[in-house]
């Protein structure tokens, strides 16, 4: 056996998939956060649903999506040898910065934040990203005055419309698209869904807290000079502003919308 399939066998080289496929899925959380922030435009969805449309047929961003897809799969696998492994070995979690309560209890209970974000990415993806590429969500056409911008919203009854479609006629912007904001709001009407929603992000919070800070550990960038910008990023970034993002959308919905 080569060197480097010794490694990636070993117990530092899963380390080290798992904290490069996290650090990816890190970057992806920031970018679809900001791209989900459109849902509060006050365009009766018209940003979102340009965006949607956008994110799933621009073809970079497809094959990435296929990056991220397998990230998942791969990022869980190896969490569960790990986790499976060191309970063998002994009942302690991979190394964490010392001094904090939170990222004591998050180590010990990685397996289970996990699982529940597992769950909930299958959830989330077949209430959306399932709905929208099989036909499961409605059309909408935006009919935009470019003059006054006021727009008129008209829901497209059946197979009337199963493309995008985006002009001007006559000094007004037309946009015919799938209606993936209206799945939003149909899906946190269900305050069960809401509920489930808010406890994952809370899940998201300590395993990112704990997860981040020790992906930087493991790939040996934990210099004392850069130590506190990675706890910083780790905790109010990714622990607190990240997980708080994407739990205030279902309680927008369902409260306020």
């Not at 365009?43 to 047929?57: L, P, S, V």
């Not at 073809?59 to 799969?73: F, N, T």
């Not at 997980?243 to 959308?249: E, L, R, T």
Request: charged share 15%; aromatic share 18%.
């Amino acid at each position: 056996m080569s060197k480097s399939k010794h490694l990636l066998s070993s117990s530092l080289g899963k380390k080290l998939i798992m904290s490069f496929t996290g650090l990816f899925l890190c970057i992806f959380l920031i970018i679809h956060l900001i791209g989900n922030l459109q849902l509060f435009y006050n365009d009766q969805g018209k940003a979102f649903n340009d965006y949607a449309h956008f994110m799933t047929h621009f073809i970079p961003i497809r094959i990435v999506s296929y990056l991220l897809y397998i990230s998942i799969v791969v990022h869980a696998i190896y969490a569960l040898v790990v986790t499976i492994n060191n309970r063998k070995a002994r009942p302690v979690g991979y190394a964490v910065f010392q001094g904090s309560a939170n990222s004591a209890w998050s180590s010990r209970n990685m397996g289970i934040l996990g699982t529940v974000l597992l769950v909930f990415i299958v959830t989330h993806m077949s209430n959306f990203w399932w709905k929208y590429h099989n036909d499961g969500v409605p059309y909408v056409e935006y009919r935009t005055d470019l003059a006054t911008q006021e727009t008129t919203v008209t829901e497209l009854i059946g197979d009337e419309y199963t493309d995008y479609i985006k002009y001007v006629d006559n000094d007004v912007e037309v946009l015919k698209a799938k209606d993936l904001y209206k799945q939003v709001q149909f899906t946190f009407t269900n305050w069960l869904l809401v509920a489930f929603y808010v406890i994952s992000m809370a899940a998201l919070s300590f395993h990112l807290i704990h997860g981040f800070k020790s992906a930087f550990q493991t790939l040996g960038w934990d210099h004392r000079k850069y130590a506190p910008i990675v706890r910083f990023l780790g905790i109010w970034l990714f622990g607190v502003a990240i997980p708080i993002g994407f739990a205030s959308m279902p309680i927008y919905f369902y409260f306020f919308n």
